[in-house]
């Protein structure tokens, strides 16, 4: 994995994905933080669904999406 991409609506995300895409990296886009990638991909474009919640949550939201792939725990 490249780079990961946080996306806060699924509009964005997939425009995201396929631009990338465009430019020749390998893109998989991810509907929700808990959808499971294949691994296989340069380029990992998760959406959150976070633009209409309150900034705690999507702060909260984001936090869960990168969890996974941090190395170290981030601050909350």
């Known amino acids: 994995m490249k780079m990961i991409v946080i996306a806060d609506d699924f509009t964005g995300s997939n425009d995201t994905g396929v631009q990338l895409a465009k ?25 959150t ?14 936090y869960a999406a990168l969890f996974p792939w941090c190395e170290t725990s981030p601050a909350p």
């Open 49 to 62: 669904e976070s633009r209409a919640m309150p900034a705690d949550q999507a702060a909260s939201a984001v």
């Open 23 to 47: 430019k020749g990296a390998r893109t998989e886009v991810m509907l929700s933080a808990s959808q499971k990638p294949s691994r296989r991909a340069d380029v990992l474009v998760i959406n």
